[in-house]
């Protein structure tokens, strides 16, 4: 009996040290050096993408904005089957890809969410027209208005939104600060961006493409 209760013993202890010597503590962000998956990375995912794919076809689907507001006619949801994109098939954010040139008769720093006002060539209507130029951008116009980037293929939420982050970081380094946009009040330019339908009386780009005229 007492062999046998030995031999019970000796086999338990067995199983407990193999399984605790499969055991591996892994520091946070080295989980790829064990799994062989490497970890999620937005910044590098959208520096890939960006010069490649994103500004090409945001410059292919931009649309006049002058010929967007005036269509519209103050309801920009009216044309959003001929011109949007719904963030979740055909509801959601509604976000237009869009063109335009104009002067610029205001820069806005005093916040972090800056922007410049436009007046838009050739749009006399009173929707405001603002360009952002950070350091905080709001929305996620430009990632959402991208066919290629979609929700399904992220992990989840918190992939998802960085992504959107790392444009708005590309978007700030690429874009806003070689405009050098507190010199360009009463400047002409050009610009590519995306919106996201907001507020009723003004809209928001977040620009693609800024070019000082």
């Known amino acids: 009996m007492k062999k046998r209760i030995s031999l019970i013993l000796m086999i338990c202890l067995v199983m407990v040290f193999s399984l605790t010597g499969c055991v591996k503590v892994v520091q946070i962000g080295h989980e790829d050096e064990v799994t062989g998956n490497k970890a999620f990375n937005a910044a590098e995912s959208v520096e890939a993408i960006w010069e490649s794919q994103a500004v090409p076809e945001l410059k292919e689907k931009a649309v006049e904005l ?6 519209a006619n103050g309801t920009l949801k009216s044309v959003a089957s001929k011109y949007g994109k719904y963030s979740m098939g055909d509801s959601g954010e509604l976000s237009f890809v869009v063109k335009g040139k104009g002067q610029v008769t205001e820069v806005n720093t005093e916040k972090k ?17 603002k360009i952002q130029i950070g350091s905080v951008f709001k929305g996620a116009a430009i990632r959402d208005s991208l066919s290629f980037i979609k929700y399904e293929d992220y ?23 070689p405009a050098k946009v507190t010199e360009l ?29």
């Open 113 to 129: 969410a800056g922007y410049m006002t436009v007046q838009l060539d050739g749009y006399n209507g009173p929707m405001v027209v």
């Open 185 to 213: 009040k009463g400047k002409n330019i050009e610009f590519t961006g995306a919106f996201t339908v907001d507020k009723p009386d003004e809209i928001l780009v977040t620009p693609a493409e800024l070019i000082v005229k």
């Open 155 to 177: 992990t989840n939420q918190v992939d998802w939104a960085k992504i959107s982050q790392s444009i708005h970081d590309v978007v700030a380094k690429d874009v806003i600060a």
């Open 66 to 71: 002058p010929k967007l507001l005036t269509e």
